[in-house]
C-alpha cells in the first residue's frame, strides 16, 4: 500500500522554528515530485512547496518563501520541512502529498495524501 | 494577481440529484487543473486531473470538463457518500492555487 506519514508538528511560540517530517512506503519515492499543503481551520487548502526527484528544484509559495525550506532524503524515502520564523497565520494541518507529473510538461495532480500533521503558533 | 473562484460555496441536495460545480479563473489560464473531494478531518482525495481525467477507482458518476476561464465538476447522480466538500486546484509554472471550496450539504 501506498502511503505518506506525516510527524513533528506541535505548538510554538511566534517566531520560533519547528521541522515537520514525512517518510513514505509502498512506492519508489525517487520517481516523484514531493509537495506540502497545509490547511488552516476551516480554510481551503494552500500550497506551500514542492521539491523535484533529485531534490536539486525546489519551488515555494509566496507565503512561505525565505521562512521555509523543503528537504529530502532519498535513501531513507523521507520529506522534510523546516519552518522558521513561524507566525500565527502558519496554524494549520500540514499534509505531504504525491505530486504525480513530470513538471512543468504535465501534471496529474497529488494522489498519495499523509493523515496531516497538525502545526500551532500561539504564545 | 491570478485567483481562482469556486461557485457555489454551498450547495444543498438530495440523493440522485445531478450537480455541477464551477471554477472560474480570474484570467484565462492554459495550465493544468485537477478537482478534490475531502471529508472532514482527513486529507483531500483526487477525483480529476487534466481537466477531465478521472483519478483510478473513481465512480464514473464524477466527470470534469471545460477550457479558457471555467471549469466543472458533474456528479450525475449524487450518493451518500459524496456528501463532502470539493476543490478545484490549478497548476501553472511550478506554482499551485486551490479554489475555496464547495460543501455540498444533504437537503
Known amino acids: 500500500e501506498e502511503q505518506l506519514v506525516e510527524s513533528g508538528g506541535g505548538l510554538v511560540q511566534p517566531g520560533g522554528s519547528l521541522r515537520l517530517s514525512c517518510v513514505a512506503s509502498g512506492f519508489t519515492f525517487t520517481n516523484y515530485w514531493m509537495t506540502w499543503v497545509r490547511q488552516a481551520p476551516g480554510k481551503e487548502p494552500e500550497w506551500v512547496a514542492s521539491?523535484?526527484?533529485?531534490?536539486?528544484?525546489?519551488n515555494y509559495g509566496d507565503s512561505v518563501k525565505g521562512r521555509f525550506t523543503i528537504s529530502r532524503d532519498n535513501a531513507e524515502d523521507s520529506l522534510y520541512l523546516q519552518m522558521n520564523s513561524l507566525r500565527a497565520e502558519d496554524t494549520a494541518v500540514y499534509y505531504c502529498?504525491?505530486?504525480?507529473?513530470?513538471?512543468?510538461?504535465?501534471?496529474?495532480?497529488?494522489?498519495?495524501w499523509g493523515q496531516g500533521t497538525t502545526v500551532t503558533v500561539s504564545s | 494577481d491570478f485567483h481562482m473562484t469556486q461557485s457555489p460555496s454551498t450547495l444543498s441536495a438530495s440523493v440522485g440529484d445531478r450537480v455541477t460545480i464551477t471554477c472560474r479563473g480570474s484570467q484565462s489560464f492554459s495550465g493544468w487543473l485537477a478537482w478534490y473531494q475531502q471529508k472532514p478531518g482527513k486529507a483531500p482525495k483526487l477525483l480529476i486531473y487534466?481537466?477531465?481525467t478521472l483519478e483510478s477507482g473513481v465512480p464514473s458518476r464524477f466527470s470534469g470538463s471545460g477550457s479558457g476561464t471555467q471549469f466543472t465538476l458533474t456528479i450525475s447522480s449524487l450518493q451518500p457518500d459524496d456528501f463532502a466538500t470539493y476543490y478545484c486546484?490549478?497548476?501553472?509554472?511550478?506554482?499551485?492555487?486551490f479554489g475555496g471550496g464547495t460543501k455540498v450539504e444533504i437537503k
Open positions: 486546484q490549478l497548476y501553472d509554472t511550478f506554482s499551485v492555487t
Open positions: 502529498a504525491r505530486e504525480h507529473g513530470d513538471k512543468p510538461y504535465y501534471y496529474y495532480g497529488m494522489d498519495v
Open positions: 487534466e481537466t477531465s
Open positions: 521539491i523535484k526527484q533529485d531534490g536539486r528544484e525546489k
